[in-house]
């Protein structure tokens, strides 16, 4: 009974990451609250998505940096309203919605 619980839940767990990699980036922004700070050309409470793909643009470790940004939160480089941390959004899950942000 225990091999097929754990046969079951790796399956689960694999079937969700293969649900997160084929995600649509925008859906996996809004289910991730990203979208409830940030728009796509419009600046909301943080920048427009558009506007972070232009200042990060040409920089070889974009996504890497902005991932980690998103994960640990921070303050000062679009003004003064901080960005919560993310700890709860996947690793996977940041780097598929970054990589959507920096191709706008």
């Known amino acids: 009974m225990k091999s097929y619980l754990l046969a079951t839940s790796a399956s689960v767990l694999a079937l969700g990451a293969v649900a997160t990699a ?18 796509i050309e419009t600046k909301v409470v943080g920048p427009a998505y558009k506007e972070v793909a ?4 040409g920089q070889a470790d974009a996504v890497a940096a902005l991932s980690a940004k ?12 901080p ?8 690793d996977e899950d940041i780097k598929v919605i970054v990589e959507w942000v920096m191709s706008l």
């Open 83 to 90: 960005m919560p941390p993310n700890a709860h959004v996947s």
């Open 70 to 81: 998103v994960k640990a939160g921070g303050s000062g480089v679009w003004g003064p309203v």
């Open 22 to 39: 084929s995600a649509d980036p925008v859906a996996l922004a809004t289910q991730r609250g990203c979208m409830a700070c940030h728009q």
């Open 54 to 57: 232009a200042k990060y643009k």
